[in-house]
């Protein structure tokens, strides 16, 4: 697969604090890449980078081979849609799609065209004629999009695209992008500081702390094989324990961790029972619940108890045993 | 709840009561003697009542003045001309204002401050003061022509004084702070997010800006426009004193009516329509921009 972005040996610094330091990381054609990280990561600040918004202290952007270095946002084959929507208040929303296309000297048949092909992708073609203050804020994100789609980019950027939707929206949302890459086939960039949305929308998943990505592999890779612990916190629950106070110590030194889903608890002690502890909270999320046991060894273990694992559910007090593959403990660095 | 209510009811009666008493009130005696005729008494206009064993039987109003003001071209053109400076150096106060007003709204937030006082900075100053100290400047021996002069850049004293140059330059001077601040309070409050989605949709910065920036602070415009124009066209100190003897203004004609000719009751005419002139267009744009979202 060829790249359609390559950002090379990027820096930027805003004063004393460095937003983005020394990212190097290749945008495939065709890909859903999210940029995930907790705020102030320096994810915007990358996607700002793309677009033109900020230009880098060192480093360049190479979009579709061509270096951008110097190039001006209005001369970048990628369009971005903002986490505030920027919708142009004073406009229609049919006049704020055809914004972008009036800029490259379309006009008359051909600009109507454009607009309805551009409404209609988002199911919007009859609200054409109202002023965003008249839209719904799940409406409003669609003219927002249309307005980035109507210019055809090799590359849609999405800054946070459901940070302003309510829950239920959010899911249908992610499935309409979904969709929608996979009618248009270009490149989707999205920043998320969600981790559950980027793995289910993504391709492949870069995950940022202080300025810099510390993994980009695909959401499984992430969950399965995190890079470090720092990853591994990021996604889903997980069990991180000094290498040396581990049970089953299989490494002497660094931090040894296990999923909460890969341990195995019950009542009764087997063979292959690893610790033994006292329950001392359970959360229930409905499927199943979190189990946190305190081991006689006083290491602290959560532990994902599926719902319909047939046995009453486990409360706190209970004397436990747990066991887990020893396949199932990761060696990371912190 | 009654207290609330009552509260409520006060709040609402204050504006109208200060309207009522410095602005209606004051009219209403203002439009009632422009109806008079002058006449050698105190006061000196007739009466607009007509007495009789000392009730009012009738009134006694006659259209004498207005007749009067619409047949003497010297009134019609001094209004006309009163238009035409006020339009003319409002429009010169947009052209400068705007820039400053742009800039001050995207300096850095804590020097804006700075800038806002500098732009008010002129009005801890007594007005009167400012147009003089505009006298002593352009003057043929004022400062600048000395200046000039001595630079060898003029060999002989530039008329700057009692010129429309000068009217132009005192309005402009006088009333752009009344411009700036309007256009500051909503450019300053523009989404700067709007001109990076106006340069990400590919709009090269001067069509950002006429296509986003300007007619969003359209009603800054509006309102900066009106502070500027409706004194500027009865502005009666700065033609009399910047303008010289032949600069006609409604402000100059009203004031000599008044003083010279202790004609009251053209006065007052003159006053009345001066003021229908003015209110019947800000009226329209009002409307206008009640009209727009």
């Known amino acids: 697969m060829t790249s359609v972005i390559r950002i090379a040996a990027v820096s930027k610094r805003f004063g004393p604090s460095t937003a983005v330091d020394d990212v190097t990381l290749d945008i495939r054609e065709n890909e859903f890449l999210a940029l995930l990280g907790a705020s102030g990561c320096g994810k915007t600040t990358l996607l700002r980078l793309i677009a033109g918004l900020e230009q880098p202290d060192s480093g360049a952007i190479f979009i579709g081979g061509d270096n951008m270095t110097g190039t001006p946002p209005y001369a970048r084959p990628v369009n971005m849609m903002f986490q505030s929507y920027a919708l142009f208040p004073h406009m229609t929303v049919a006049d704020n799609v055809a914004f972008g296309l009036k800029q490259d000297g379309i006009s008359g048949a051909a600009l109507t065209a454009r607009v309805k092909e551009a409404l209609e992708g988002v199911e919007l073609e009859t609200l054409g004629t109202r002023k965003p203050d008249q839209l719904s804020g799940g409406q409003r994100q669609r003219v927002a999009l249309a307005r980035c789609l109507a210019k055809r980019p090799k590359v849609l950027l999405l800054d946070e695209p459901m940070a302003a939707l309510d829950k239920h929206l959010r899911e249908r949302t992610q499935l309409e992008l979904m969709a929608l890459r996979a009618r248009l086939g270009i490149t989707f960039v999205v920043v998320t500081h969600d981790q559950s949305e980027a793995m289910a929308m993504a391709d492949r998943v870069a995950v940022m702390e202080a300025g810099r990505i510390l993994q980009v592999a695909p959401p499984r890779e992430l969950y399965e094989r995190p890079a470090n612990a720092r990853v591994a916190r990021f996604f889903g629950d997980i069990n991180l324990w000094d290498a040396a106070a581990a049970p089953r110590r299989p490494h002497p030194a660094g931090i040894v961790a296990i999923r909460p889903e890969r341990i195995h608890m019950s009542r009764t002690p087997g063979s292959d029972t690893v610790c033994e502890g006292t329950v001392a909270d359970v959360a229930y999320l409905g499927t199943a619940s979190t189990c946190f046991v305190t081991t006689t060894t006083g290491l602290t273990v959560r532990v994902l108890v599926r719902s319909d694992e047939g046995a009453p559910p486990f409360t706190p007090g209970e004397r436990v045993y747990l066991t887990w593959p020893a396949s199932a403990m990761m060696a990371l660095d912190p | ?293």
């Open chain 2, 1 to 293: 709840m009654i207290g609330t209510a009552w509260h409520r009811r006060i709040v609402l009666a204050l504006p109208w009561l200060w309207t009522g008493l410095f602005f209606l009130l004051p009219f209403a005696f203002v439009l009632k003697i422009s109806f008079s005729e002058a006449a050698l008494s105190v006061p000196p206009y007739s009466d607009f009542f007509a007495y009789a064993g000392g009730a009012i039987v009738g009134l006694k109003a006659n259209l004498a003045n207005y007749q009067l003001l619409l047949s003497d071209a010297l009134y019609v053109k001094a209004y006309l001309s009163s238009v035409k400076i006020g339009a003319i150096a409002t429009f010169i106060t947009l052209l400068l204002g705007y820039p400053m007003a742009y800039a001050i709204a995207r300096a850095a937030p804590q020097r804006r401050n700075v800038f806002l006082v500098l732009v008010m900075l002129p009005f801890w100053t007594s007005f009167l003061i400012r147009i003089y100290a505009w006298m002593g400047l352009l003057r043929p021996t004022g400062l600048i022509n000395s200046a000039l002069l001595s630079l060898g850049v003029i060999d002989e004293p530039l008329l700057l004084l009692n010129t429309p140059f000068a009217v132009y330059l005192g309005i402009v001077y006088a009333y752009l702070p009344f411009m700036v601040l309007p256009l500051y309070a909503r450019l300053e409050k523009l989404d700067p997010a709007l001109l990076e989605a106006a340069a990400d949709l590919g709009a090269k910065p001067w069509r950002a800006f006429l296509g986003v920036t300007l007619p969003l602070s359209r009603p800054g415009i509006l309102a900066g426009c009106l502070l500027v124009f409706i004194p500027a066209v009865g502005e009666f100190v700065i033609p009399e004193l910047l303008g010289g003897p032949n600069t006609l203004m409604i402000g100059k004609v009203l004031w000599s009516e008044f003083f010279s000719n202790r004609d009251w009751p053209m006065a007052s005419a003159l006053t009345v329509v001066l003021l229908v002139l003015l209110v019947a267009p800000i009226m329209l744009l009002q409307a206008r921009r009640e009209d727009a979202p």
